[in-house]
């Protein structure tokens, strides 16, 4: 069964950067539209930047300018460049994949199990 995994929360000084990574483990035979999405304690999970897999990439307000989403579809992997990271960024941060897994004919949907991103002040 394929699972995506994450890699590269932590926790930064404000002003600081991190770079997170995803991956699906497991046979794969493509992959659509590519997202990180992120949740703070008390609120709702919100998208904060997509690909698609063409390249064309969108991006939630509060990170435009600051962070970058790119995509590496030889290794299968979605990475988050975060700079310039701001308390209120402090999240778990999903990783979201429509794909269709080896020897499938339907793309699903796929969540990572989330990394934590801690931005101190």
């Known amino acids: 069964q394929v699972q995506l995994v994450e890699s590269g929360g932590g926790l930064v000084q404000a002003g600081g950067s991190l770079r997170l990574s995803c991956a699906p483990s497991?046979?794969?035979?493509?992959?659509?539209?590519m997202g990180w999405y992120r949740q703070a304690p008390g609120k709702q999970r919100e998208l904060v930047a997509a690909i698609t897999s063409g390249g064309s990439t969108s991006y939630t307000d509060s990170v435009k300018g600051r962070f970058t989403i790119s995509r590496d579809n030889a290794k299968n992997t979605v990475y988050l460049q975060m700079n310039s990271l701001k308390p209120e960024d402090t999240a778990v941060y999903y990783c979201?994949?429509?794909?269709?897994?080896?020897?499938?004919?339907?793309?699903?949907?796929?969540w990572g199990q989330g990394t934590q991103v801690t931005v101190s002040s």
């Open positions: 497991g046979s794969i035979f493509s992959i659509n539209a």
């Open positions: 979201n994949a429509d794909l269709i897994e080896g020897g499938g004919f339907t793309s699903y949907d796929y």
